[in-house]
């Protein structure tokens, strides 16, 4: 073979190169299944089952926005009792109270970025401007 | 060869132009668009007859929210309008920029002779002439903006007729600010959040490229609120709220009672906003 | 054909270089105002469209105006213009091209640009807008390309493209009749409130458009031995002198309407734009000096493309008028209309507009991958009549 000493350090290195998704998250946390933080407040209950939810809750949250704000329907849901108004901020947000440790942890993980927070407020960032007055 | 090549790109370019439009061409037919396009079609009859528009009959059809605003009460007590004002951008998370380029403003202090172009401010009363006027989006029953809007993000809600922003929507192209008679619209020119003084957690901040104006607290209504501005004044009779179609409202009995003047109804435009003044 | 714009002479190299660092500016103008947004402009809550929209509307007349070479050449056989077409038809699409950089820069939200297709608006005329633009940029694509190869193959064009060519005549009028039905259908806004404005777009554009052209012509003549003839070039002044009188006539229209009447609605902005208004002691005259510029210039290039002057073998007299009115027209329409119709606001208040330097690189970057576009559209052009010749 020519080049020996070329060609077969460069083709390991093109292996190593390619695999690097597989071994870097091997070697490292970042390809562990995201763990999202439970509402810190200990419900069970969601306005939807957990498997729904997950795959499906941005749809449920475009649904609830056109029928908030295009369809003038911001009826109160209820579900076991328990009241929601239609609405991340007044819904989700009263359980799922930590959007760093409940949405960030997939979304980041999914490397998916919704724009929600540029205008929805979390709690954490609401109360950051309590503070000052 | 060659030729089958050249076949073959037609008919994929030919497809793929049809993919892309079809959408477009369904949406444009189903009723969603044709409705909102004539979405004033309770409005149109009587749109033939020009010398009703503004203060003339108006077809009663389900609810038109509106309002009456006392200048009388106003200029009687004189914090009343800057104590609404606060109530508004605490509700709303309305950022208070330093400069006049940045500004957000729902509701603002104007003198007569700005809100009210088409009146004579010669010689007015001292009142008028010393008392600052709220200016605010009109709800118009026959809105340019939504007329101009390119993506349905500003809208009239046909149940209540509150003329409604989806900032989710909206691109950012300013059309509406430009159709505006009453310069109601303000645009996010920079990312608003540094500027709000403190957030009301119910209610989303919004983000830079979007336009926004008031909304007659649509999210207060649908709690069985009155809107921000309104409660601010309450007991004092400045500011009405309700259905202007409704003969029995409390909005209805101020305005058979008293003579109101609305903003530059010349222009068609059929405003929700009352003034006594 | 494409390949035709790879070899060229170093002049062609460093020009392209030239505007390419013009578009690397741009860009980069362009990120700033991007992460920051159009807060980066000197645009504000008063005078909410600034020199990107007015750059657009001026350029949307650029656009239409390459009509006035296809028109005669096709509907009336006026065989001299056999050679230009083709340029009149790619100065359409360098010009639709800005055109729509132009509103990507305005946007304030550029990621969610498609939804003007995802939620179509009949009642919006932006909407109607984008329709005629992309289907003017189609058909001059088509028109173009297919011409072209044609003649580069020596053979005639296609019948069915003549389908197209017909087209594009009423796309072009209508391209700038609904850009300026964007401005004249919005109640409140006196200045744009006319229903001249559409007949004094279209004039406005089919002269500077034409102008453009001649200068184009004229730098061909010189950079690339690419001669259109001075037949064309005598009948593409006449087309000019007409449609610039008639753009001249509609201002003065505008000028009646406003001081006869004495409403002062329609006067206003006309005071503003012309001499200034004093509005609380304050003394708002910005624009002044352009919209003299504007008038000057326009009679001044009027007057010597009629002259004996222009039709002189060096071409320079000619060059110098169509470069005067191209200006002229460029204050006008890409200056004067859009700013002035935000004056005063609908409160009566004024707030004058001056732009930042970040936008103005951003502009400065559009206007230049424009030319980089006509520059390379006509590389192929030219390398084509070189080619058959």
Not at chain 3, 232 to 247: F, G, P
Not at chain 3, 331 to 358: C, Q, R
Request: neutral net charge.
């Amino acid at each position: 073979m020519y080049n020996k000493g070329t060609i077969i350090p460069g083709l390991a290195l093109f292996v190593l190169f390619v695999t690097f998704p597989i071994w870097f998250n091997g070697l490292t946390t970042a390809g562990d299944l995201p763990k999202p933080e439970l509402p810190p407040g200990g419900e069970k209950q969601c306005v939807m089952p957990a498997d729904y939810m997950r795959a499906n809750h941005m749809r449920l949250l475009n649904e609830w926005r056109d029928d908030v704000l295009r369809d003038g329907n911001r009826e109160i849901l209820e579900i076991d009792g328990k009241t929601y108004r239609k609405g991340l901020q007044m819904a989700c947000m009263e359980c799922h109270s930590k959007k760093e440790k409940f949405c960030d942890s997939c979304h980041i993980y999914a490397a998916v970025e919704p724009y929600c927070w540029d205008c929805h407020l979390t709690p954490t960032e609401a109360a950051s401007k309590e503070a000052i007055h | 060869m060659d030729k089958q090549r050249r076949k073959f790109l037609t008919i994929a370019g030919a497809s793929v132009l049809a993919g892309i439009g079809a959408p477009a061409i369904i949406k444009l037919t189903s009723s969603d668009a044709v409705a909102s396009s004539g979405g004033h079609e309770a409005a149109a009859g009587h749109g033939a007859a020009p010398a009703a528009a503004g203060h003339g009959a108006e077809a009663p059809q389900g609810v038109r929210l509106g309002m009456v605003i006392d200048m009388r009460k106003m200029a009687d007590l004189p914090g009343q309008l800057d104590g609404a004002i606060a109530a508004c951008i605490k509700t709303h998370n309305i950022p208070e920029f330093p400069d006049t380029k940045n500004e957000i403003k729902w509701l603002w202090k104007a003198p007569f002779e700005n809100v009210f172009l088409d009146h004579s401010s010669y010689h007015s009363s001292k009142r008028v002439a010393t008392t600052p006027f709220p200016a605010l989006c009109n709800h118009c029953d026959d809105p340019p903006c939504v007329r101009a809007c390119p993506t349905k993000a500003t809208f009239r809600i046909p149940q209540n007729g509150i003329v409604a922003m989806d900032f989710h929507r909206c691109i950012g192209c300013r059309f509406c600010m430009a159709a505006c008679p009453y310069g109601a619209r303000s645009f996010n020119w920079q990312d608003p959040r540094p500027y709000i003084k403190k957030y009301n957690a119910d209610f989303p901040s919004r983000m830079k490229g979007v336009v926004e104006k008031c909304n007659f607290c649509g999210e207060r209504l649908a709690l069985g609120q009155e809107p921000a501005c309104v409660e601010a004044c309450k007991g004092t009779g400045a500011i009405t709220f309700g259905d202007l179609n409704d003969p029995k409202s409390e909005v209805r009995q101020v305005l058979d009672s008293e003579f109101t003047i609305q903003r530059k109804t010349n222009l068609g435009t059929k405003p929700s906003v009352f003034y006594i003044v | 054909m494409i390949e035709k714009t790879l070899k060229g002479k170093p002049a062609y190299w460093i020009w392209l270089a030239f505007l390419g660092m013009f578009m690397a500016i741009g860009a980069a103008c362009y990120l700033r105002q991007y992460n920051f947004g159009l807060g980066m402009t000197g645009m504000s809550r008063d005078v909410s469209w600034g020199l990107y929209i007015s750059q657009f509307t001026f350029l949307v007349g650029v656009a239409a105006g390459g009509v006035m070479l296809v028109l005669p050449y096709y509907i009336h056989d006026y065989k001299e213009f056999g050679r230009i077409t083709i340029l009149g038809e790619f100065l359409a699409i360098s010009a639709i091209v800005m055109c729509m950089l132009f509103i990507m820069a305005d946007l304030g939200q550029p990621m969610r640009a498609l939804n003007v297709i995802l939620h179509p608006t009949p009642n919006s005329m932006l909407f109607y807008d984008m329709c005629v633009l992309c289907g003017y940029l189609f058909l001059n694509i088509l028109c173009g390309w297919i011409i072209l190869t044609a003649e580069r193959k020596q053979v005639h064009p296609p019948k069915w493209i003549y389908f197209f060519v017909y087209l594009s005549i009423p796309f072009a009028v209508s391209i700038h009749t609904v850009t300026a039905m964007l401005y004249c259908g919005l109640p409140g806004r006196h200045f744009w409130l006319s229903a001249i404005i559409a007949p004094r777009f279209l004039a406005s554009a089919f002269a500077a458009g034409p102008a453009l052209i001649i200068l184009c012509c004229i730098i061909l003549k010189r950079v690339a031995g690419f001669d259109a003839g001075r037949k064309a070039m005598n009948k593409l002044v006449t087309i000019i002198i007409y449609a610039a009188l008639l753009n001249m006539f509609f201002v003065g229209l505008e000028f009646f309407v406003g001081y006869y009447s004495n409403i002062p609605g329609h006067k206003f902005a006309l005071e503003y734009l012309f001499f200034g208004i004093e509005h609380h002691g304050h003394v708002y005259n910005n624009l002044v000096p352009f919209m003299w510029a504007f008038v000057i210039l326009a009679f001044g290039a009027i007057g010597l493309l009629a002259s004996p002057l222009a039709k002189r073998e060096d071409d320079f007299f000619l060059g110098v008028g169509c470069a005067m009115l191209f200006l002229a027209f460029w204050l006008d329409k890409g200056i004067g209309f859009v700013l002035g119709g935000f004056v005063p606001n609908p409160l009566h208040e004024i707030v004058e507009y001056i732009p930042t330097a970040n936008e103005l690189g951003v502009t400065a970057g559009v206007w230049a991958t424009g030319f980089f576009v006509l520059t390379l559209l006509y590389k192929i052009a030219v390398g084509v009549e070189h080619e058959i010749e």
